[in-house]
């Protein structure tokens, strides 16, 4: 049994970019189990594949607001030593960083086993390569699920010909859900984010929500804090059709993958909730303006980007200060609700 230490721990996105090399490695290798050190509050996407044998929670960001505590105070309530106890009690074949980043690669120093990451020229940050044994040359300029297969690949040492892209989780997630057994079908929006600027204007939500129960449809908001649970209900209450729009209760992870799952459809802004329909094969219209899905948008079956055509489109800035007929970031001006119906209606009837 081949063991391997994966070590990838944020954000949401990245986490679930990484799940296709492990079906690639289980499928190419057979006898392979994988253990994953992850952020704490990702800890339940990697229980989703079958190939996951254990999982070790990492709590990096909170640590960082807790240095004293973490690191100096003393006996059981030193929460770093009992980390490194944790990380070294298995002897790995392979450790392999599929993050890139320099606290990733700090992360390596401390696990048992060879290790693998990429080189100084695919790294995001070059100095994290100069913790590997075994560098890897990734190209850059792919999207970000097929860099971290050919990182597998390469330091597995299997060849990804004839491997088609799969997730891994549909099955043993979709097995565990509910069916929507209503007539109608429920488009799920993805309206939360967490960048200013990757906001699509409430204004259009509200618009398209009109759109979208006026043919029939009934409506999904899941929301993860008072801001989201703001926006969510006044697209309930504005909508036309109020009995057609369902606020959902808050849910934790793993509740809202079995709503996604449920649904027949996802209107997403740029979101790591967004990369989670892609891997559940969720028929998804995805919205990108100041951003671009060309390296790191949804990907897989059934994902239509769209983008803004924008002369200052994709800025990737945090902050914009134009705006166009009450619309910020003005660039949402080319992404109308009309746009996005359209594409809805497209992919819709596609499907059927």
């Known amino acids: 049994m081949i063991k391997v230490l994966i070590i990838k721990t944020s954000s949401l996105g990245d986490v679930i970019h990484t799940l296709p090399a492990l079906t690639d490695a289980q499928t190419a290798l057979g006898e392979i189990q994988f253990d994953w050190l992850v952020e704490e509050n990702f ?28 690191f100096f105070s003393g006996g059981k309530d ?16 392979y450790v392999i960083d599929a993050q ?9 120093h401390f ?17 994290a390569a100069r913790f590997y044994q075994h560098p890897q040359a990734i ?10 297969r050919q990182l597998f690949a390469q330091s597995l040492g299997y060849s990804l010909n004839d491997l088609p892209l799969d997730y891994g989780i549909q099955e043993g997630i979709k097995s565990s859900s509910e069916v929507n057994n209503n007539a109608s079908r429920s488009i799920l929006f993805l309206h939360g984010t967490t960048w200013d600027t990757k906001h699509w204007p409430e204004q259009y939500w509200l618009e398209l929500a009109d759109q979208v129960t006026a043919q029939g449809h009934n409506i999904l908001l899941p929301w993860g804090n008072e801001v989201e649970r703001q926006r969510a209900l006044n697209i309930k209450q504005q909508c036309k059709r109020v009995q057609q729009v369902i606020v959902l209760d808050k849910l934790n992870l793993n509740e809202l993958v079995q709503k996604m799952v449920t649904a027949d459809a996802i209107v997403a802004v740029d979101t790591g ?7 559940l094969d969720k028929p998804t219209i995805a919205l990108y303006g100041p951003t671009s899905p060309g390296l790191t948008g949804t990907y897989g ?42 594409s809805l209606n497209t992919l819709l009837k596609y499907l059927s």
Not at 53 to 68: D, G
Not at 139 to 148: G, N, P, S
Not at 321 to 341: A, G, L, S
């Open 273 to 279: 909730l967004a990369h989670l329909a892609a891997a």
């Open 78 to 93: 030193n929460e770093w030593q009992r980390f490194k106890q944790q990380l070294q009690q298995e002897h790995y074949d």
């Open 111 to 127: 696990a048992r086993g060879k290790t693998y990451g990429l080189d100084k020229q695919s790294a995001r940050e070059p100095l």
């Open 301 to 342: 079956n059934n994902q239509v980007h769209l983008q803004a055509d924008y002369e200052c489109a994709p800025c990737f800035k945090k902050r914009c200060d134009k705006t166009k007929n009450n619309i910020n970031p003005e660039c949402y001006t080319d992404i109308t609700p009309e746009r996005v119906m359209t």
């Open 43 to 70: 800890a339940e996407i990697p229980a989703w594949h079958p190939a996951v044998r254990n999982i070790i929670p990492v709590a990096l960001r909170r640590w960082r607001k807790e240095i004293f505590k973490t």
């Open 100 to 108: 890139g980043l320099l606290k990733s690669a700090l992360l390596t």
């Open 139 to 148: 190209a850059k300029q792919q999207h970000a699920v097929e860099r971290v």
